[in-house]
């Protein structure tokens, strides 16, 4: 079960990202880069329903005492 700890508990966990690929602008979601409280990142919004499909790619980062786990997903609209 992905967790972060309280750092100044001494305790650590591990942690799920998604990293979303889009092949093209059909299934790029909507750029919310603008509203975004963090206007450094890229913020993309998508409809309900919307199918994260994992592409098999994933990538484990260790960071401070936490384990990241990237895994890479593809975007696929509800028909």
Do not use: W
């Amino acid at each position: 079960e992905p967790s972060i700890q309280n750092p100044d508990s001494g305790c650590y966990g591990s942690a799920l990202i998604f990293r979303l690929r889009s092949t093209t602008f059909m299934n790029l979601g909507c750029d919310l880069t603008e509203l975004s409280a963090f206007p450094h990142e890229k913020e993309f919004l998508y409809p309900s329903l919307t199918f994260m499909q994992p592409t098999g790619v994933t990538h484990t980062l260790k960071h401070g005492g936490t384990t990241f786990t990237v895994v890479e997903v593809e975007p696929a609209f509800p028909s």
